[in-house]
């Protein structure tokens, strides 16, 4: 660049408006680091003390991770290093014909990307010479034709992310990436950007995020590469007051008073060790009968349904059947069907359809849980059905499958959406100190916890007569 970001951050013709003050100091330490630029002492001190290492960066880094409280401004740097790679650097000379360099913004979702995709518009407005540049813009992408630039949001997505050449891949709050058609979306995201990054010298690829559970692309970044001398990878952890000491130190104490482990991960920086993973994905595929996608009713076997219903706003309604049979090895739990229908739909109409399909297994009842009150017990009644309330919460359910994994004494069928809901489960632990088990953040679980149900559950009469006993 013919003028570093530490200057275009300061200059009162750029960005110095947006930057120069003294609550920025830790960023300015952080973007010496990254960038390998002289530091003051006062840097030192603290790229010391948020990077873990004894060293200082000789070279600019071309992959860095932030672990930063919320509010601490990680966004907004991004912003400002998004920017500047776009518009201070000539990408041309490594470009085939037709070839654009592109930066680009990626979050769990194209909704909260547009907050950095935001203040990138902002900082280019700041700035008359790079306003000229611009000759497209949408709700998405800012396109500068004659750099042969363009800043995008992307889609967090290893299908979609391929294809490109970046200049500089900017992951927002990667720690809650997720899919339900990938276990591991982060990890694959990734490895999908990668070869987009290779071919420009100097390209960035930026980790940014809260911390969250001991998993994931975040956490391994962490683990290998923090407090680790000549790492080639910079980790930057610190609190979210020790990069914006104007944060509000009420809003923070109150926070550590009503959840303490909740407040440690959201303003101190730190990675939950109350949050772990339900089950791992190789235990999960040695339960899977690969190319099983649906096992038709056979006499020979006791059925049992559980369904998950749904209003058909926002939740899917699911449904799933199962069987036991006895083997040389013991009993092993058979999962037959599972079904799901995504909103919008009509709650009328699918109940129509389950009944179906339960009535073909030779089944009149199915198990639920106490959704809806008595609307999915009046509407499966409607259709010949009757609706038993399970006597276990869905935790206790996915707790009684854990140990039928564990001994491969479950047959999972080959449905990949319902598979990675499974692997994505976590466990919580409370303060009380006891369990629950449920889904992510912004995760879903309808299609796992309708088949955890029917792989668990006694016959539906059975749970019936327990749920009358306890109510007794």
């Known amino acids: 660049m013919s003028m570093t970001v530490l200057q275009a951050m300061h200059d009162s013709a750029l960005f110095g408006a947006e930057f120069d003050a003294p609550t920025w100091t830790a960023w300015e330490a952080f973007l010496a680091a990254l960038l390998g630029e002289e530091m003051t002492d006062e840097q030192k001190t603290l790229c010391h003390l948020h990077t873990g290492r004894t060293d200082l960066p000789l070279e600019a880094f071309r992959r860095a991770a932030l672990i930063c ?4 401004g990680k966004s907004r740097v991004l912003a400002l290093l998004g920017t500047c790679l776009a518009t201070l650097k000539d990408y041309r000379p490594y470009l085939s014909a037709g070839e654009v360099a592109t930066v680009g913004i990626i979050a769990a979702d194209r909704k909260q990307a547009r907050t950095i995709f935001r203040y990138v518009r902002g900082l280019i407005a700041l700035v008359p010479e790079m306003e000229a540049e611009v000759t497209r813009e949408t709700d998405e ?6 750099r042969r630039v363009v800043i995008e949001i992307g889609t967090a997505s290893f299908r979609a992310t391929r294809g490109y050449t970046y200049a500089a891949v900017l992951c927002d709050e990667i720690a ?3 899919d339900d058609s990938s276990a591991n979306p982060d990890e694959e995201i990734l490895r999908a950007l990668r070869p987009g990054l290779a071919t420009i010298p100097g390209s960035m690829l930026l980790l940014a995020s809260s911390p969250y559970a001991r998993r994931g692309v975040l956490w391994k970044t962490f683990k290998r590469y923090y407090g680790q001398d000549g790492a080639t990878t910079l980790v930057w952890k610190a609190a979210t007051r020790e990069m914006n000491p104007e944060f509000d130190e009420q809003e923070e104490r109150e926070a550590y008073e009503e959840d303490p482990a909740a407040a440690a991960a959201e303003y101190g920086a730190e990675f939950r060790n109350d949050i772990a993973s339900f089950v791992t994905s190789e235990i999960v595929e040695a339960c899977v009968e690969l190319g099983r996608h ?4 056979s006499p020979h076997f006791n059925y049992r349904a559980f369904v998950d219903p749904s209003g058909g706003t926002s939740d899917g309604m699911t449904l799933a059947i199962a069987h036991d049979e006895n083997r040389d090895g013991g009993t092993i739990s058979v999962l037959d069907c599972v079904r799901e229908i995504v909103p919008p739909f009509s709650p009328e109409a699918v109940t129509v359809e389950f009944s179906k399909v339960i009535a073909s297994y030779h089944l009149s009842s199915v198990t639920g849980d106490r959704y809806g009150g008595e609307w999915p017990r009046e509407q499966f009644r409607k259709n010949g ?6 006597p276990k919460a869905r935790s ?7 140990p039928k994994l564990n001994s491969h004494k479950v047959e999972l069928l080959d449905n990949t959406k ?3 809901q499974l692997v994505q489960l976590e466990r919580r632990t409370a303060r009380s100190g006891r369990d629950s088990i449920d889904h992510a953040p912004g995760g879903h679980d309808d299609l796992i916890n309708a088949a955890a149900g029917a792989l668990v559950g006694a016959d539906a009469k059975d749970w019936t007569t327990i749920y009358e006993r306890l109510a007794d």
């Open 176 to 178: 809650f990436w997720r």
């Open 396 to 402: 206790d359910i996915y707790r009684d499958l854990l």
């Open 141 to 146: 992408i800012i396109e500068m034709a004659g």
């Open 385 to 390: 059905i009757a609706y038993e309330l399970a």
């Open 418 to 420: 319902m598979l990675k």
């Open 69 to 72: 409280g919320r509010r601490a």
């Open 294 to 297: 649906e096992l038709g009713y």
